[in-house]
T-cell receptor, first 116, second 109 residues
Framework: DAGVIQSPRHEVTEMGQEVTLRCKPI?????LFWYRQTMMRGLELLIY????????DSGMPEDRFSAKMPNASFSTLKIQPSEPRDSAVYFC??????????????FGSGTRLTVV | RKEVEQDPGPFNVPEGATVAFNCTYS??????FFWYRQDCRKEPKLLMS???SGNEDGRFTAQLNRASQYISLLIRDSKLSDSATYLC??????????FGKGTTLSVSS
C-alpha cells in the first residue's frame, strides 16, 4: 500500500485566496482525520470522518474551514478565504478504528501551507 | 489545563545514555495510549503502544500509571538516530487521538 497520500506537499498562497488540500487514505481504513500542526499549538485535531461521514468537527477553527469526504478514497480540506494565521502543516491520517488500539493512526506526509 | 502535557526539552544526551520522558494526561477516561516519533519536517509515526502492564520493544520501554494519569518512555543505549521529537498520545471515548506537543531529544556523539 502506498500509505496516506496528501497533495500538494507545499502551498504558498496570498491572503484571501481559496486553498484546497487533498488526502487519499489507506484502502480499507474506515476513519480519516485532519490535523494541523504549529509550533505554538502542536498537533490539533480539526475534524474526523467515519465511513465518509463527519463525526466531530469541533476542532475546525471557524467557518472559513470546511472538509468533505465524497467517497472512501478521497477527502478535501478547504480554507476560504485564507489568512496568514492559517499557515501550518496540515496532516491527514487514517485508521481502521477511532481508538486505534495497537495500530495507531497512519499519517500522510503533510501539506505545508504558507499564507502571505 | 492541557489534555496531554509533556516537558518540551530539549534533552541533550550522549550516545549510549539512558533517557526518560514523562507525560501526564488530564482525562481519566482515556482508553488507549501511544508514543509517536516525529523527525524534523516529517509526519508523526507510531513508535509503540503503551499497555497497562508496561511493555518493551528493544531499547524502548513504555509504562502507564492510570492512577496517576502518567505515561513514560525510557530509551536505553541512545543512538544518534534516536534524535527526534517524541509525542505522547492518548485517546478517550468519543474523540480521536490527542497529541502532546512533544519532547525533543538530541543524541550527540
Amino acid at each position: 500500500d502506498a500509505g496516506v497520500i496528501q497533495s500538494p506537499r507545499h502551498e504558498v498562497t496570498e491572503m484571501g485566496q481559496e486553498v484546497t488540500l487533498r488526502c487519499k487514505p489507506i484502502s480499507g481504513h474506515d476513519y480519516l482525520f485532519w490535523y494541523r500542526q504549529t509550533m505554538m499549538r502542536g498537533l490539533e485535531l480539526l475534524i474526523y470522518f467515519n465511513n465518509n461521514v463527519p463525526i466531530d468537527d469541533s476542532g475546525m477553527p471557524e467557518d472559513r474551514f470546511s472538509a468533505k469526504m465524497p467517497n472512501a478514497s478521497f477527502s478535501t480540506l478547504k480554507i476560504q478565504p485564507s489568512e496568514p494565521r492559517d499557515s501550518a502543516v496540515y496532516f491527514c491520517a487514517s485508521s481502521f478504528t477511532r481508538l486505534a488500539t495497537n495500530y495507531g493512526y497512519t499519517f500522510g506526509s503533510g501539506t505545508r501551507l504558507t499564507v502571505v | 489545563r492541557k489534555e496531554v502535557e509533556q516537558d518540551p526539552g530539549p534533552f541533550n544526551v550522549p550516545e549510549g545514555a539512558t533517557v526518560a520522558f514523562n507525560c501526564t494526561y488530564s482525562n481519566s477516561a482515556s482508553q488507549s495510549f501511544f508514543w509517536y516519533r516525529q523527525d524534523c519536517r516529517k509526519e508523526p509515526k507510531l513508535l509503540m503502544s503503551v499497555y497497562s502492564s508496561g511493555n518493551e520493544d528493544g531499547r524502548f520501554t513504555a509504562q502507564l500509571n492510570r492512577a496517576s494519569q502518567y505515561i513514560s518512555l525510557l530509551i536505553r543505549d541512545s543512538k544518534l538516530s534516536d534524535s527526534a521529537t517524541y509525542l505522547c498520545v492518548v485517546n478517550q471515548a468519543g474523540t480521536a487521538l490527542i497529541f502532546g506537543k512533544g519532547t525533543t531529544l538530541s543524541v550527540s556523539s
